[in-house]
Every structure is written in C-alpha cells, then in structure tokens.
C-alpha cells in the first residue's frame, strides 16, 4: 500500500496560513460546517493532478535547468474532484496575485517511501480563468524518485449518496469519474456495481459476492447481480428481500441500504488507491455508522487502501480516536489521537463535548431542556440580550446537584453520559477547560427548597433559584386560570363557566391539600393576597408538580387529554406581567450574558 503520512496546505480555499493535517489510516476529519474537511481532501485531489500533469508533461528526465524553469497547465474542467466556475475559486478568498505577483498555493504531502518519511511540495499560480500552472518546489525537484512515485498514487474522491435515478444508462469510466466529482452519485451506482461483475469475469475473483455477503448481514436482503439491457442501454440492478414477493428495484431502497452499497462498490472498484471519502455515514443510524467505519477500515485494508473520512459522526469520532483523529476549526487542525492523557480525558465524557467546547467555548449547565425554553422565553419577555445568546450555537448539557456524585464508570454514570447528563457537572467542565483553554460557563440550578451558596468564579459561575425551582416564577394559580380561559377562548361553545369553575376548584383542593395542610383560612389568605405575596407564600414548594396534578386531574374530570405537559410550561410566561417578574430573573440572565457572551 503506498502510504501518504500527512498534508499541508497554503492559499486553498479556506486554509490562507499553511495548516499540517496527519493522515494515517483511516485517517477522520471532524469539524463544524464550513470548516475545510471537505477542502482538505479536494486539495489531496489536486495535489495528485498537479504532480501527474507536471511529471507527464514536463517531469521526465531531461536538463535540470530547464526542468526548473518549466510549469505544467492545467485546465480547471479537467480537475474532475474540484468543480469551479473559474480557476481563481481554488485560491484562498479568490485572491490570486499581491500586486503583480502571483500567490502560490501550496500542497506538501509527506509519503512513505522506501521505509522513510519524504515530501512532494507542488506549487500552484493562476495563470487565467481557465487555466492554472503547476511545478514542485525547488527541494521536490531535485527529487527524481518520490516525483515518480509520487505519480503512481491514485486519488479517488466519493461524496455522499444523493438519490438515486429510476433508470441508468451504461457509461464510460471517464464519465463516471466526471459524475462522481461533481457530486452526482444518483448516476452512477449501478455503473459502479457493473464495473465491479465484468471485473470479477476478466480477473477470476469474487468482489461481488463478498458486497453481497455484507449486505446481506447488515440488511438482510440477497442483492442480485446488475443485467445490462442490449436494446436500452440501460442498467438494472435488484434485490430480494423476506417480506417482498417479487425483486425490487434499488431505486426502491432505503437510503442507507444504497449508501452502503455505494461505499462498498467504491472501495471494491478502486483498489490500490487513496479514498477520500466525504460523510460516509450520511443516511445512517447510529448502528448503520459504526458498521461502515468498520468496512470502511476493513475492506480497504484488504483492496490495499488507504481511507480519509471527513465527518460529523458521533459514533465514528468515538472509534477514531485510538487511530487518527483531526479535528479543523478556525484555519487549524488538532490531532485528537497523539496523546493517551487526552484520550483518556475526553474518553470519559466523550470526543464530541471537546469538538462542540472548540466550536464555541461556552457551555450552560441546566437540569432539563425544559429549563432553556424557559429562560428563552422570559428572556424574550424582557427584552433581555440574553436571548440571542441561548437561541445561539450554544453548548447545552443537562445535570443535576448532588453532593455524592457517581463513580464515572459505575452504571448510574454511564447512563446519564449516554442522555447527556452529568451529576459531576465540575469535572466535565474542568477535563474540557484543561484541552480548551478559553472555556466558560454557568450553571443555574433549582434550590429544592435548600438554602444553597452561588461559587461565582472567573470561568465557571454556580447558581442556584432562590424559590424551591425555575418554574416557581411564573406558574401561579392566577396563571393557570388565564391559561384555560385563553385556551378555549377561540371555541365560545366548549368554553363555560362551569369549566373556569371547575378548574379553579381543582386549583383551590390542590392548594388547600399540599400546600396548605387542609387549613382553608390560609387558602382564604392567600387568595385575597396580592401577586407578589402570593409568590412569596408559594416560593418553598414545587409548583411544576403543583400545575402537572392540576392538568391531570382536569383532564380526567372533562375526559380529554392533558392540554399542558410538563415539557410546554414555558407557554404559561405569556400571561404574567413583565413588570411583575422579579429582579432575581434578570440578575441570572445578565449572568448569562457576562459568561456567555
């Protein structure tokens, strides 16, 4: 297997400062959109046309002098991985010349070569809208040897399934090659998978049954062999499955099924070769995503392959990280696999919370999801800045206060990881603070009904509600009743008095039972009193659970659903008074806002 060991690219697309990138295999790349993974093995696809046009053309052995002086054209149509309306596009901000001196691009990939690490360096200028020169550096060029072998890695570049065609006709490679640069993967899957049968007749192998045999564990079908049409010209290629009675089209599959099968049909078509493969795990379920990881690693080892995966998968950056882990962010690159401190750290909580605090270094510790639909909204109640902030990018996680939190790996731990909860929120925010350093956040928790000291330090701040919970500051009896007169407003004809009546009886027994210990003079008292004495009277108890008993037992009384979940609580701000929330509320979201921000 010819082996590239690493990339560094200058000037291309979204890399302006030069950036190194180690490659082993399989090699991943991670990182937020936009971020250059897909640039990053385009600029591979270059590089290999680059050195394959200037050995080709220019590169044979001959006067050094001029070997020197001398620059391969390329025409931008011709680079069948990279399509671009104008050749400037391959620049870094399509800026191709300082004044009247062209920039160059630059892409160095390290090989392994005769057992040692050497580096092909090509240097690309713009020379008009169609055309681009390329030549190596001056180093490269004294080095006859890596040039040739340089030129004998192949490139092959696979983008995602995008559909597929009810019909396909029988085309040549080079066309293929043409589709597959330009995305258009729906074209050309039969083809793939016919190149791959006349392949087995030529050579006496057996690549398509071993496809067939994978796909028929993963997905259990009996995928049969594709029949070219004489009189159509066209391709069709079927399947059988248990519960079907006839064969089915492909076209009829499910996406996944027809990624997979592009995926294999790739690595079986193209042996011997560097694959590029951008978002292999498009269209799969988390199972389905750590399969093709595993072909991935599995089948190219045996075709003789190296594999570079560019991806946003959870489950494949978890299995990455013992081998080759980059992640790209802001123009530079992090390699997550060359330290076992920082595997084992990250491991614990997960590579994704390291990826998701470089993306943006701020996190918000809360109880529930519940609690960040309500900040919203009594943020956007009072027009409080902190609204944009928790509508933004931010880093949500879900904990909750204890004094003993659980071992990492008992299975109390392990299961609020997997639902992304953390009891042990402090250190899931000191093992990622020690990788980033720039790192903030907050945490805002309920009280309980505890008296509980805020720890407000410079990059971590712990808050806690001074009422019993979040919810204690809007849900009040006069609340839920504005609520169901609003709710059945709009139908006059379901909406009565007997129904106000009878919710607010419901609201008056649940006060006069939980709260009030059956002392119906305290209900009077409360009931005559004014709002703000009425939230002070309420503060120590869990009004959440209070609303959730009173929609309940309302819903069983008039045999409907419960009109209002737990979850939709936060729709009840909408009938409190801005003026009537407390100043407590906008002391936690200016809080917000000097940590998050």
């Known amino acids: 297997m010819k082996r590239i060991l690493f990339v560094e690219i200058e000037n291309f697309k979204l890399f302006g400062n030069k950036i190194h990138i180690d490659l082993g295999h399989p090699a991943v790349l991670i990182g937020p959109n936009n971020a250059g993974k897909t640039s990053v093995v385009q600029a591979l696809a270059l590089w290999s046309r680059g050195v ?7 590169g044979q052995p001959r006067r050094k002098e001029k070997r020197e002086r001398i620059s391969a054209g390329i025409n931008r149509l011709n680079i069948l991985e990279i399509p671009v309306s104008e050749a400037r596009s391959f620049w870094h901000n399509t800026r191709v010349r300082k004044g009247s001196k062209p920039i160059g691009l630059v892409i160095a990939v390290g090989l392994e070569h005769n057992g040692k690490q050497e580096i092909c360096r090509m240097i690309f200028t713009q020379r008009d809208s169609e055309i681009i020169y390329c030549k190596p550096c001056e180093e490269t060029i004294e080095n006859e040897d890596i040039l040739k072998y340089a030129t004998g890695i192949q490139f092959n570049l696979l983008y995602p399934m995008s559909g597929i065609e009810t019909e396909e006709t029988l085309i040549q490679e080079g066309r293929i090659d043409v589709l597959m640069g330009q995305g258009q993967t729906a074209q050309v899957l039969r083809n793939l998978c016919y190149i791959i049968t006349e392949n087995d007749s030529s050579n006496k192998v057996s690549d398509w049954d071993k496809i067939t045999e994978l796909l028929k564990r993963i997905f259990n079908i009996d995928l049969k062999r594709p029949e070219l049409s004489a009189k159509r010209g066209t391709l069709s290629l079927k399947y059988d499955q248990a519960e079907a009675e006839n064969s089915l089209d492909i076209s009829l599959a499910g996406r996944g099924l027809q990624q997979m099968l592009l995926i294999l049909a790739y690595l079986y078509s193209h042996k011997g070769s560097v694959l590029m493969i951008d978002e292999p795990d498009a269209h799969l379920e988390i199972l389905r995503q750590r399969q093709v990881y595993e072909i991935l690693k599995e089948v190219a080892q045996e075709n003789q392959c190296q594999v570079v995966i560019a991806t946003h998968s959870e489950v494949i950056l978890e299995d990455a990280i013992d081998t080759n882990l980059s992640l790209l962010i802001n123009g530079e690159a992090v390699n997550l696999a060359t330290t076992q401190d920082m595997k084992n750290a990250l491991r614990t909580f997960g590579i994704e919370h390291y990826y998701k605090a470089k993306v943006c270094p701020r996190i918000l510790y809360v109880e529930s999801s519940t609690d960040i639909e309500i900040l919203k909204t009594l943020a956007k109640k009072c027009g409080h800045p902190a609204y944009n902030i928790l509508s933004g990018k931010l ?20 299961l609020d990881r997997a639902g992304g909860a953390f009891s042990d929120f402090k250190k899931h925010f000191y093992t990622i603070k020690h990788y980033v350093s720039e790192l903030k956040g907050i945490a805002i928790f309920d009280s309980d009904g505890s008296q509980r000291a ?3 330090k410079n990059d971590l701040a712990i808050m806690y509600w001074e009422n019993y919970e979040l919810e204690n500051y809007f849900i009040m009896p006069e609340v839920l009743l504005s609520f169901i007169k609003d709710y059945f407003a709009p139908d006059m004809e379901l909406f009565s008095e007997n129904i106000y009546d009878s919710f607010k009886k419901i609201i008056d027994r649940h006060l006069l039972k939980n709260v009030f210990n059956g002392d119906k003079k305290q209900l009077d008292e409360l009931n005559k009193a004014s709002k703000a004495l009425r939230r002070t009277l309420l503060q120590k108890y869990k009004m959440s659970k209070f609303a959730e008993d009173v929609f309940e037992e309302f819903a069983k009384g008039e045999r409907m659903h419960v009109i209002l979940n737990k979850g939709e609580y936060y729709q009840l701000i909408k009938y409190i008074d801005s003026q009537d929330i407390p100043p407590e509320i906008n002391d936690k979201l200016d809080k917000i806002v000097e940590y998050l921000s």
């Open 52 to 58: 394959k046009a200037w050995y080709d053309k220019k």
């Open 395 to 414: 880093n949500y996680y879900y904990t909750y206060y204890t004094q003993n939190p659980h071992f990492e790996n008992s299975i109390e731990s392990k």
């Open 454 to 456: 805020d720890e407000i």
